[in-house]
C-alpha cells in the first residue's frame, strides 16, 4: 500500500471527471473504491470533498489516501479489443466529423457507458472512432441507454473541456421528438419540478427512478434538484398518442420520461415511468398503445445546435429516426419533413 500522496492537476488535464482522471494515473482503482473514498471524505480536491462526478481543473491539488499497488491485487482486466464487426456499426452511426468534434446517431439500446454487466458501449468503442487521431474520441454529455440520437463526442481533450463547459452553462439547445400516450392539453407549455432519486433494489441499485416534486419541496429535500422541460404538441393521433418536440432547459437524470409521466402522458415504451406494460387506449394510464406500434421507448435526441469551440460555426446537428420509431411515423402518417426544427425558437 502507498501513502497519502497529493498530486496537482497538469496543464491539458482540466475538464476530466475526476473518477476518469484517476483511473488515468492508478488503473488499478475500481469505480466502487473511488466512490466509496468520496462518500467517507478520504478523496478530496483543493481541501474540499467531492463526487466521482467532480470535475478537476488544472491547478487543483488532488489528496488520494493510500491505495493498493498493481501487485497487491489481482491483474487489472484488459478491455477486450473491438470486434471489426462493432467497428463498422459504430462507425456507421457518424453523422458529423471534422478534425475537433465528432456526433453518432446512437441507435436505441447501445448504452454511453459501462455498468453492470455491459460489455459493449459507446466508451468501449471509442477506439474505433479514432479515423487517425492519436487518441480516442471523448463523451462530453450521455444519452440513457434506451433513448436513440445525437451524441456529441470530442477529438482532444482542450475540446471536450470546451464542449463540457457549453453543456453546463446551457450553451446548447438539444431537442427531443418523443411519442406520448394521449394528448397533453394545453399543447405547449413548461414543466417545472424538483427531481430526486428513489432508492432502487439489488446490489447494483436496479430499479433505481427519479420522483417528481412540487417545487416548494425542493429546499427541504436531501437530494433533490430543479428540473424543467419545454414541450410542444407538433401532431396527434386523435386522442390515442401524440408526437411531441422536449426541450431539456436543465440535464436531469430521466428528466424527460419523468416530466411526460407526472404530466399524465407517459413516453410511449417505458417501462419504468409509464406503467410497465398496461396499454393506453386514450382513456386511462399506460406507455404501451398496442397493435403495430412498438413496445419500444420513443425517445429520440433529435438535434443539437451549438457554436464549434474552434471555429467558432453554429452547428444544427440532425439525426434520423430509429427504425422502430420510423414506423409508428408511417402508421400515424406523420411527416417529419413538416416539423420545424425548433418549435420553441420563437419564444426564447
Known amino acids: 500500500m502507498s501513502g497519502v500522496r497529493r498530486i496537482t492537476v497538469a ?3 482540466g475538464g476530466q471527471r475526476l473518477d476518469r482522471w484517476l483511473r488515468r494515473r492508478f488503473p488499478q482503482l475500481a469505480q466502487g473504491r473511488i466512490e466509496k473514498m468520496c462518500r467517507k471524505g478520504e ?3 483543493d481541501g474540499g470533498r467531492v463526487k466521482a462526478s467532480t470535475r478537476v481543473e488544472a491547478g487543483q491539488t488532488v489528496r488520494i489516501p493510500p491505495l493498493p499497488e498493481l501487485s497487491d491485487r489481482a491483474p487489472v482486466p484488459v478491455r477486450p479489443a473491438v470486434t471489426e464487426a462493432d467497428a463498422r456499426m459504430i462507425r456507421d ?3 458529423w466529423r471534422d478534425d475537433h468534434v465528432l456526433a453518432l446517431n446512437k441507435p436505441p439500446g447501445l448504452a454511453v457507458q459501462g455498468g453492470s454487466g455491459q460489455r459493449l458501449h459507446v466508451d468501449a468503442l471509442a477506439e474505433a472512432l479514432r479515423f487517425g487521431q492519436a487518441e480516442s474520441p471523448r463523451l462530453v454529455h450521455r444519452l440513457d441507454k434506451d433513448t436513440s440520437g445525437v451524441l456529441l463526442l470530442a477529438r482532444s481533450r482542450s475540446v471536450a473541456a470546451a464542449l463540457t463547459a457549453a453543456f453546463r452553462h446551457r450553451h446548447t439547445r438539444k431537442v427531443y421528438w418523443a ?5 397533453p392539453h394545453p399543447g405547449f407549455g413548461e414543466i417545472v419540478t424538483g427531481l430526486v432519486k428513489a432508492p432502487g433494489h439489488g446490489r447494483h441499485g436496479e430499479g433505481e427512478r427519479m420522483l417528481c416534486l412540487h417545487p416548494r419541496e425542493i429546499d427541504a429535500t436531501p437530494g433533490a434538484r430543479r428540473a424543467v422541460t419545454e414541450y410542444a404538441v407538433i401532431e396527434a393521433a386523435a386522442r390515442r398518442a401524440a408526437w411531441v418536440a422536449l426541450s431539456p432547459v436543465t440535464g436531469r437524470t430521466h428528466q424527460l420520461r419523468a416530466h411526460m409521466a407526472e404530466l399524465g402522458h407517459p413516453i410511449v415504451g417505458d417501462g419504468k415511468y409509464g406503467g410497465g406494460g398496461q ?3 386514450g ?3 399506460g406507455a404501451q398503445l398496442g397493435g403495430e406500434i412498438s413496445r419500444k421507448l420513443h ?3 433529435r438535434s443539437i445546435s451549438f457554436r464549434h469551440p474552434v471555429t467558432g460555426e453554429s452547428l444544427h446537428l440532425v439525426a434520423p429516426l430509429p427504425e422502430h420509431m420510423a414506423r409508428t411515423w408511417e402508421l400515424f402518417q406523420w ?3 413538416e416539423a420545424p426544427a425548433d418549435p420553441f425558437e420563437d419564444d426564447e
Not at 411519442?179 to 394528448?183: C, I, L
Request: net charge negative.
Open 43 to 45: 478523496l478530496r480536491v
Open 93 to 95: 452511426c457518424v453523422i
Open 279 to 281: 396499454v393506453n387506449l
Open 335 to 337: 411527416d417529419p419533413d
Open 299 to 301: 425517445l429520440h435526441a
Open 11 to 13: 496543464e491539458g488535464e
Open 283 to 285: 382513456d386511462g394510464w
Open 179 to 183: 411519442v406520448v400516450a394521449g394528448v
